[in-house]
């Protein structure tokens, strides 16, 4: 599986991006998706996942009511819609997908494939 992460940008507070991760290889309706993001001086952080053919959807609790988690999966495509953006969600955010017990979904190192990144900056 190949992802291809991209709609990073420089936005001001409050303002709104979406991001998408494009899979290619293989169908990733099987898999858990997530999004992940890594700020500098800090560890890479959940932001949002959701399991294997739709379900359950989870969030960080920083950006519950904010962003907004989906899959399209006729395109093979997951995005993470995120409106009224704080300068504390700048970041580089990756997207993942992979096979784990629902219990460690917000766990990195569960996920098998990765995206290459894409910056958002939120100004204030």
């Known amino acids: 599986v190949q992802l291809q992460a991209s709609g990073g940008g420089l936005v001001q507070a409050g303002g709104s991006l979406r991001l998408s991760c494009a899979a290619s290889?293989?169908?990733?309706?099987?898999?858990?998706m997530g999004w992940f993001r890594h700020a500098p001086g800090k560890e890479r952080e959940f932001v949002a996942a959701?399991?294997?053919?739709?379900?359950?959807?989870y969030y960080v609790d920083s950006v519950k009511g904010r962003f907004t988690i989906s899959r399209d999966s006729a395109k093979n495509t997951m995005y993470l819609q995120m409106n009224s953006l704080k300068p504390e969600d700048t970041a580089v955010y990756y997207c993942?997908?992979?096979?784990?017990?629902?219990?460690?979904?917000?766990?990195?190192?569960?996920?098998?494939?990765w995206g290459q990144g894409t910056q958002v900056t939120v100004s204030s």
């Open positions: 959701l399991r294997p053919s739709g379900g359950s959807i």
């Open positions: 993942a997908a992979g096979r784990m017990i629902l219990s460690m979904i917000r766990r990195p190192e569960q996920y098998d494939y």
């Open positions: 290889g293989r169908t990733v309706s099987t898999y858990a």
